[in-house]
Structure formats: C-alpha cells, structure tokens
C-alpha cells in the first residue's frame, strides 16, 4: 500500500512511518518544518518528505492518507484530501488496525514521563527476551529507533490523551485496547482543547472503561485525580506504585515502592508487597524517573517477565534523547537538551540535576513552547518551577500572546527575556562560567540551540569566573 503522512516529522507520526515501512508500505510525508531527532530517523530509513503542507506533495495514487492532530481544516493539504476523495485515517487508527491487532498492548498515559516510561518498558521487555514492538514519543538511545514492529507477543505504546485528529476529537489512547494500562499521573495540560482538568479525566476514564478483566492498571498511588478517575468505575485488577514514604502515609500501602538511596535518584530499592526485589544503579537523575520505573517494573511483572531477573538491567539504560541529553562539555561547562513542556515536568528534572551537581550553577534556557505554554495556561507556574535554576533566559518571541515580565520578576535568579535565538545564546555565553549546568527547555525544535550553543562556546571559549 502507498501511503502518505501529514505531520510525519511530529514523533508519533514519524513512528507510525517508521511502523508502516518497517511492514512493506510505500511510505511518504510531509510537515511544515522537519528537524532532529526525527528528520535523522526519516532520512535513515529513506522515507520521502516534503516541507509545507500542499497537495503537491501528496501523490495522486496514494491509497491511504495518515493525517496528524497537528492539521485541521483550512490546511491546504487537508483540504486537497477532502477535495479529491481520498481514503484518509488518523495515526492512531492506523496503528490500532494495522499493528495491534492480535498484540498484548502495553499503554504508557500520564501528563509527564510517557516517553521515558514506554521507553524503560520496551526496555525491559527487550532485557527479558521478549522481542517488544513501541511506539514511543522520541527515539531511544537504547533502539536508535522511535518505533519497531517486533517479533514478541507485547506491543508497547506511549499513549497520548491529546485529541485524535480533526475528525476524532476523542483522545489518540482510547483506540489502542491495552491489556495492561500505565497511568502515570494527571495534571492539567493541553490548554487548546480541554476547558478543565475534568475533562482530561474523563479521558482517561474512557482509557480505563477498554482495560479487560484480566489485564491490569498501573496507577500512580501518589496522585489524587487518577484516584479520582478510578472512583468514577474500574473493572480491571489495579495495583498502585509510589516512593515508600508517600506509601506509609496513604490510607492502603502502594503494591510497588521505592526506597531512595540517593536522594538524586541515581540509586534506589524496588519493593513489591513490602518485600526488596532488588537495587537500581542508573544513570538517569530525579524522583519523577525513580516513579517512572517502578511503573514500568509492575507492568513487566504484569506480563510475566520476574522484575527481579531485569532489575540489573537498568543500569546501562540510555534513555531518550532529548530528555536531559548530554550534547556536549566544553570548559567545563555542561549542556544539556531537555524536553520541557509542564511546569511540573520543569521542576522535578531541575530538582534531579540540583540533587546531583549541588552547588553547581545551573542556567536554564527556555522556551515557552507547548500549546499550553504559549497559551499563557502554566505562566503562573513557570516562575516556581525555576526555583533551582541560578540563570534563566527566557525566550518570548514576537508572536508569544502573553507579557514574560511577570514571569521574569518573580524568578529568584538572574533572569532575562529576549526575542530571538541568537540573542539567547550571547546573553547565556556572558553569563556562564566553567563549572555551570546549561539546560535548554522545549519541546520543539529551538532553532537547534542547545547545540548551536555547544559550538559558540568552543568557537569563542568559556569565561574565567574572575573576569
């Protein structure tokens, strides 16, 4: 089959590409602007793309167009779909008729960690044997792959609450079907289509009404609106997972527990009914990604894999790119690439790289960048979300609705608004010395910043802190 993609760089459409090739398809795409990691993984599988959305780029012999809740109507390629009476589907119905059928599906949902989670899960299974097929939200350092088919019984999936396409405004997750269903936490988000944090819960309630009886719900025992959601009917087993501290003082101790070792994360103990399984040693930093694992630990356990024997494999997982990625060291000054889009997401990995790097500088570049974000819906949280940053260059394009200054003056550092990458870049360059943390926060492309940054510093040098 010739298929075509409308939003094929966004990395849940880039997977299904990667998907569709992967099982014999004809596969190309277009988007209106197509950059790392994703234009990487397109070119390595020779997928075909155009830039810009036009009926120019779809070919008149296509026999499916996969179409991205990024494009409504009024897209001139969606109108040239509609024109000429093409079979058009959502991404998530593609997967869901062509990959899942006959799958255990493992669903990752929550408003943060979705991509990290689905990651360490497929992880995991490939650690036990288990030949896992994913589709995950960025392309894992462990796969060099956003999406696979694979060969096992299991098909991972991140599962996204945002609406299907402009057609199905049903949230994507409700056509995936999972056996074994991860809710990771539930906060307010995606201020472009739902009103309140309500209406995001009754989402994932319709996630939960297609859990069978004899799958299992993983839910994260700390939050109190995923307790809401289950409050409002549950059929499936549950079993809940949280920090051993917060699970002492609930009304009914969490099934899965974590003692930290390190208060950064780095360490900690997996307790399953009050019993150790075992000690993680990794890389990744923070309370958010110690709550990640567990999660996916009780959903291996779910399936069958014994957390015990794949425990030892977490301490050479690599993540994700672009969730606190290293992209270079140069004086002695660290730069990462982070793909902030939360005020809580924010917060808790800045807390993890505070509890790693202490008294280090940490300077934080960030760029408003979300839906939600641009809409002004998180502007109130930003500022304490920052709270352990010691630098913040905030960038408020032109076109940005809402006034930063607010924002700015309430950050306890040295912080600044500019309007334009360049300027960003200069403004951190006289300000960080060797010994500082440099984070570049966005979930879009940022004009290739953080690396674009990498290179400015080995091109004009690191500051002396005396000067």
């Known amino acids: 089959m010739k298929l075509h993609i409308l939003g094929i760089a966004g990395t849940f459409m880039g997977g299904v590409a990667a998907l569709a090739r992967e099982l014999?398809?004809?596969?190309?795409g277009s988007d209106q602007a197509i950059y790392p990691p994703m234009s990487t993984q397109l070119d390595t599988l020779g997928i075909r793309y155009g830039i810009g959305y036009t009926g120019n780029h779809v070919d008149a012999d296509c026999d499916q167009v996969v179409i991205g809740n990024a494009l409504s109507r009024g897209n001139e390629a969606v109108e040239h779909v509609l024109d000429t009476g093409m079979r058009y589907t959502s991404g998530a119905q593609w997967l869901a008729e062509n990959v899942l059928?006959?799958?255990?599906?493992?669903?990752?949902?929550?408003?943060?960690?979705?991509?990290?989670?689905?990651t360490i899960l497929a992880f995991l299974l490939e650690a036990a044997?288990?030949?896992?097929?994913?589709?995950?939200?960025?392309?894992?350092?462990?796969f060099g792959v956003s999406a696979?088919?694979?060969?096992?019984?299991?098909?991972?999936?991140?599962?996204?609450?945002?609406?299907?396409?402009?057609?199905?405004?049903?949230?994507?997750?409700?056509?995936?079907?999972?056996?074994?269903?991860?809710?990771?936490?539930?906060e307010y988000d995606h201020a472009d289509i739902f009103p309140d944090v309500q209406a995001i819960q009754r989402q994932f309630?319709?996630?939960?009404?297609?859990?069978?009886?004899?799958?299992?719900?993983?839910?994260?025992?700390?939050?109190?609106?995923?307790?809401?959601?289950?409050?409002?009917?549950?059929?499936?087993?549950?079993?809940?997972?949280?920090?051993?501290?917060?699970?002492?003082?609930?009304t009914r101790p969490f099934d899965w527990t974590a003692r930290l070792v390190e208060p950064d994360g780095s360490r900690f103990v997996v307790l399953h009914g009050g019993q150790e399984l075992g000690e993680v040693h990794w890389p990744l930093l923070g309370r958010h990604n110690v709550?990640?694992?567990?999660?996916?630990?009780?959903?291996?356990?779910?399936?069958?894999?014994?957390?015990?024997?794949?425990i030892p494999a977490l301490a050479r997982f690599r993540s994700v790119k672009r969730r606190m990625e290293v992209v270079g060291e140069v004086g002695h000054v660290t730069v990462y690439d982070d793909f902030a889009h939360h005020p809580t997401a924010i917060e808790t990995t800045l807390e993890g790289l505070?509890?790693?790097?202490?008294?280090?500088?940490?300077?934080?570049?960030?760029?408003?960048?979300?839906?939600?974000?641009?809409?002004?819906?998180?502007?109130?949280?930003?500022?304490?979300?920052?709270a352990?940053?010691?630098?913040?260059?905030?960038?408020?394009?032109?076109?940005?609705?809402?006034?930063?200054?607010?924002?700015?003056?309430?950050?306890?550092?040295?912080?600044?608004?500019?309007?334009?990458?360049?300027?960003?870049?200069?403004?951190?360059?006289?300000?960080?010395?060797?010994?500082?943390?440099?984070?570049?926060?966005?979930?879009?492309?940022?004009?290739?910043?953080?690396?674009?940054?990498?290179?400015?510093?080995?091109?004009?040098?690191?500051?002396?802190?005396?000067?």
């Open 354 to 386: 505070r509890s790693r790097v202490g008294d280090a500088r940490i300077a934080v570049a960030m760029e408003p960048r979300s839906n939600s974000m641009r809409l002004g819906a998180h502007a109130d949280a930003l500022a304490p979300s920052l």
């Open 24 to 28: 014999g398809h004809e596969v190309s």
């Open 129 to 142: 044997g288990r030949d896992p097929g994913f589709l995950i939200g960025g392309v894992a350092e462990d």
């Open 101 to 118: 059928p006959g799958r255990e599906t493992l669903a990752v949902a929550g408003t943060h960690g979705k991509t990290t989670t689905t």
């Open 205 to 250: 309630h319709h996630l939960v009404r297609t859990v069978p009886r004899r799958g299992r719900l993983i839910v994260n025992g700390e939050d109190a609106r995923l307790a809401e959601v289950l409050a409002m009917g549950c059929w499936t087993p549950v079993e809940t997972f949280g920090l051993e501290e917060a699970s002492v003082a609930a």
């Open 291 to 310: 709550m990640n694992a567990l999660a996916a630990l009780a959903a291996v356990n779910a399936v069958g894999v014994a957390p015990r024997k794949v």
């Open 388 to 467: 352990q940053a010691d630098i913040v260059v905030f960038l408020h394009r032109p076109e940005l609705p809402w006034d930063a200054g607010k924002v700015i003056e309430a950050i306890r550092g040295d912080a600044l608004a500019v309007a334009d990458v360049d300027t960003m870049l200069e403004e951190l360059r006289m300000r960080v010395f060797g010994g500082d943390h440099v984070v570049f926060m966005s979930n879009g492309g940022f004009d290739g910043a953080p690396r674009r940054f990498v290179e400015l510093l080995k091109k004009q040098g690191v500051r002396d802190a005396d000067a």
């Open 148 to 186: 696979r088919v694979g060969g096992g019984r299991e098909f991972v999936v991140e599962a996204d609450e945002y609406d299907t396409a402009f057609f199905d405004k049903r949230s994507k997750f409700v056509h995936y079907r999972p056996t074994v269903a991860i809710l990771n936490n539930l």
